[in-house]
């Protein structure tokens, strides 16, 4: 069983920036594919980025891809998501979630063991 707790969301206005954080208990991010994702009123729940376990490789959404950041760190337990040039589009619940490593596709949100209990992000025009 994994823990994921998220923080970090928040208002802010348009070409503005956040930082998400996603705590894992217990700290075993180099076994498992880390991904955040999205979910807006009205909409599927999409995926955002994700890192792979120790490797720390990447991989981003088209629609976020030179905007947002996604980090690592092991042996505090931790994945950031850095938004940059926000866009009121971005507007949704952001959450975090654990793949076990070999589990399947890291853009489906179905193939995600643990998920976090989502954090607000706001972006005002």
């Known amino acids: 069983q994994v823990l994921l707790v998220e923080s970090g969301g928040g208002l802010v206005q348009a070409g503005g920036s956040l930082r998400l954080s996603c705590a894992a208990s217990?700290?075993?991010?180099?076994?498992?594919?880390m991904g955040w994702f999205r979910q807006a009123p009205g909409k599927e729940r999409e995926f955002v980025a994700a890192?792979?376990?120790?490797?720390?490789?990447?991989y981003y959404a088209d629609s976020v891809k030179g905007r947002f950041s996604i980090s690592g760190d092991n042996a505090n337990g931790t994945v950031d998501l850095h938004m940059n040039s926000l866009k009121p589009e971005d507007t949704a619940v952001y959450y975090c979630?654990?793949?076990?490593?070999?589990?399947?596709?890291?853009?489906?949100?179905?193939?995600?063991?643990?998920w976090g209990q989502g954090t607000q992000v706001t972006v005002s025009s």
């Open positions: 979630a654990a793949q076990a490593l070999g589990r399947g596709s890291i853009f489906q949100s179905y193939l995600y063991d643990y």
């Open positions: 217990p700290r075993t991010l180099s076994a498992y594919s």
């Open positions: 890192i792979l376990g120790g490797a720390m490789l990447t």
